[in-house]
């Protein structure tokens, strides 16, 4: 059975730091792009960002509204997923999805940390 | 204001059809995948439609996905009160180099 468990979220002041770390079990970690996916309060999701596997040389995308301020990592020897938020704005206020990526797209989510930038 | 648009809401009655659609450009729908997600309130999305119309295994055969040209279309068959829920459609944008989603279709069974 697929899981993707997340942790890490937390109350933070803006412009402060946090990392958020996903555990991923019942599939093979390496071999799957993964993403970060957001939803704030009563909105809609928003797409974080991704990073490949090993043959992409762990390449990262991010959108926009994040490019600069996160960094997505993994580490594959412990399954292991990571979102380092730095200068936290107010608006990135969220549950934050770790997700498993597919050829066809996002096809597995775990079931999210709630961040909260706050001052 | 989201990349792809969909309807904010929709309804039906049960045993009806409802069709929601996902409207976008050359640089996403056009270009890539349809995925299509289900979400309860308070709970994490989860796969409805993958492949533009194929669905993954535990899914419905009520569900079905199409796609043409820009724009893309999940219907509900037999519709239950089970299905409410809101709905995303998703794919991946060229041109902005980022994953997309709709805004989401809130489905209400009247």
């Known amino acids: 059975e697929v899981q993707l468990v997340e942790s890490g979220g937390g109350v933070v002041q803006p412009g402060e730091s946090l990392r958020l770390s996903c555990g991923a079990s019942?599939?093979?970690?390496?071999?799957?792009?993964m993403d970060w996916v957001r939803q704030a309060p009563g909105k809609g999701l928003e797409w974080v960002g991704r990073i490949t596997g090993r043959p992409q040389s762990y390449s990262t995308d991010y959108a926009a509204s994040v490019r600069g301020r996160f960094i997505i990592s993994r580490d594959d020897s412990n399954n292991s997923l990571f979102l380092q938020m730095s200068s936290l704005k107010i608006e990135d206020t969220a549950i934050y999805y770790c997700?498993?990526?597919?050829?066809?797209?996002?096809?597995?989510w775990g079931q999210g940390t709630l961040v909260t930038v706050s001052s | 204001q989201s990349v792809l648009t969909q309807p904010p809401s929709a309804s039906g009655t049960p045993g009806q059809t409802v069709t929601i659609s996902c409207s976008g450009s050359?640089?996403?729908?056009?270009?890539?995948?349809i995925t299509w997600y289900q979400q309860f309130p308070g709970t994490a999305p989860r796969l409805v439609i993958h492949y533009d119309d194929q669905r993954p295994s535990g899914v419905p055969d009520r569900f079905s996905g199409s796609k043409s040209g820009t724009s893309a279309s999940l219907a509900i068959s037999g519709l239950q009160s089970g299905d409410e829920a809101v709905y995303y459609c998703s794919t991946w944008d060229a041109t902005l180099n980022e994953r997309v989603f709709g805004g989401g279709t809130r489905l209400t069974v009247l």
């Open positions: 050359t640089s996403n729908i056009g270009y890539s995948i």
């Open positions: 019942g599939f093979t970690f390496s071999r799957h792009y």
């Open positions: 997700a498993r990526d597919t050829v066809s797209g996002i096809d597995f």
